[in-house]
Nanobody, 116 residues
């Protein structure tokens, strides 16, 4: 399975971005059985899990993003989304998606920079 993230960019504090992650190499009737997550790795930090969506569309979030980020999925498109609102400078990171467990190979990620 190959993962391709997109949608990052430079945004001012308080702004919004919507990230997308599309999985190829797996049919949609299989993709729907994956619990998927968004991860991020900030400068000098370890990669951390920030949002998860399971096969029943139940979601969970890290405390640092709860109430600001929303994860969703479109199984017909093999795609997972991350809507990010009220962005803060500390959200600056490279964002990746992946299966919750076991992991696939990582994609290239998409850079999110929050700065005025």
């Amino acid at each position: 399975v190959q993962l391709v993230e997109s949608g990052g960019g430079l945004v001012q504090p308080g702004g919004s971005l919507r990230l997308s992650c599309t999985a190829s190499g797996t049919p949609s009737f299989i993709f729907r059985f994956y619990d998927m997550g968004w991860f991020r790795q900030g400068p000098g930090s370890q990669r951390e899990l920030v949002a998860v969506i399971d096969t029943s569309d139940n979601t969970n979030y890290a405390d640092s993003v709860r109430g600001r980020f929303t994860i969703s999925r479109d199984n017909a498109k093999n795609t997972v989304y991350l809507q990010m609102n009220s962005l803060k400078p500390e959200d600056t990171a490279v964002y990746y998606c992946n299966r919750r467990s076991p992991l696939f190979s990582w994609g290239q990620g998409t850079q999110v920079t929050v700065s005025s």
